[in-house]
């Protein structure tokens, strides 16, 4: 009796780490595991938090965690876009990190030649929003009414983008040397946690928001796993494609406003370098096909959370900045091996095979 008992609890539990290996969050919280149970044996001091203050005398947090949730903003806001884009297209963005240039430049060059005010800022801002949803729709019109492959498509302007940065300040590095700019990419005086964190913050209520109460998530989804019978239902697929190509546009000028403000100047060549490949990266680890169709956007965003987790351990660990494209290029083909539907498949069926044993076993 002892044994079918446990031979029951055996095949239940097995059961139980099938139905959780099915799930889309198993993906991005069993790499989160790792990274955390790594640097927990490796060094505890990792999750220290400390309370100080900076050059200005203001509190600050500081510490790892905080590093992660500072520089991850920034993912977490192209990560919304770049999942409505492949949800949509089938595709993937790889200009953003140019469009970012671009955006930036747009910024400085406005500023530069007026009075650093709130007003002044956010007209700035509209600008550069405006500007880089003019080039994420000339991206959408390639790949909607064109027809070209999305990597194709927009690797046009990540050819040129920085080159068109470059030519809207004159290929001058314009600064801003008033502090209140610095805000936007730093800390606000009195407030502990870094501003970029709050800004990723609203992004994320905004698009949850827009998903609930409008059905742009259905049509992407709709229209990324089958254009034809999406037509057929009353649905615009070229249409969708394009607004989700718009709304990469505005979260690349939120971060393009970002980056400029942690510095306060801009370099066109290595402002945002291989961001877009982070943000990708961000899609597939939560759990998203990068063909297209259904989408987590609450994945996303925690896929964007631990690719820097996984960026800030290794700069911990003193990896060169120069060997992390080869890490990430490791857990991109444990990705996309994993998300094969050959491997898929069969996994499915080791696993039938074991449970089915087991029940054979409790019988």
Not at 83 to 95: C, M, R
Not at 164 to 184: E, K, M, R, S
Not at 271 to 285: H, Q, S, T
Not at 294 to 322: D, R, W
Request: hydrophobic share 55%; net charge positive.
């Amino acid at each position: 009796m002892t044994q079918k008992v446990s031979t029951k609890k055996s095949g239940s539990f097995l059961e139980t780490v099938v139905a959780l290996t099915r799930k889309q969050f198993f993906i991005p919280i069993a790499a989160l595991t790792i990274l955390v149970l790594f640097n927990l044996i490796m060094d505890p001091s990792f999750f220290a938090i400390k309370l100080g203050t900076n050059s200005n005398g203001d509190p600050v947090l500081s510490g790892y965690l905080i590093t992660i949730l500072n520089n991850a903003s920034e993912l977490v806001i192209l990560a919304i876009g770049m999942t409505l884009v492949t949800s949509a297209s089938g595709g993937q963005d790889i200009s953003v990190g140019s469009t970012i240039a671009i955006a930036g430049s747009v910024i400085l060059r406005i500023l530069c030649n007026r009075p650093i005010t709130v007003a002044n800022m956010l007209f700035a801002f509209l600008v550069a929003a405006i500007v880089s949803m003019i080039f994420g729709a000339f991206n959408g019109v390639l790949v909607a009414y064109f027809k070209i492959q999305p990597m194709i498509a927009t690797l046009i302007l990540f050819t040129a983008g920085r080159s068109i940065a470059a030519w809207i300040n004159n290929n001058t590095l314009p600064v801003i040397n008033d502090p209140t700019f610095a805000y936007f990419g730093n800390f606000i005086p009195g407030i502990p946690v870094p501003t970029p964190f709050f800004i990723a913050a609203i992004c994320v209520i905004i698009i949850t928001l827009v998903l609930k109460f409008t059905t742009l998530g259905l049509y992407s989804q709709a229209v990324g796993i089958n254009p034809s019978s999406s037509r057929l239902n009353g649905i615009d697929p070229a249409k969708v494609k394009l607004i989700t190509y718009i709304i990469l546009g505005l979260c690349v000028a939120v971060v393009g406003l970002i980056k400029v403000s942690r510095i306060s100047t801009i370099n066109y060549s290595v402002v945002a370098k291989d961001i877009e490949m982070d943000a990708i990266l961000a899609v597939a680890l939560g759990g998203n096909s990068l063909g297209g169709g259904k989408f987590n956007m609450a994945s996303s965003i925690m896929g964007a959370y631990i690719i820097q987790f996984l960026t800030t351990t290794l700069f911990k660990f003193k990896v060169e900045s120069t060997a992390l494209p080869a890490y990430k290029a490791i857990v991109v083909i444990i990705l996309v091996v994993l998300s094969a539907p050959v491997v898929r498949e069969k996994m499915s069926a080791f696993w039938k095979k074991v449970t089915s044993k087991s029940a054979k076993e409790a019988a």
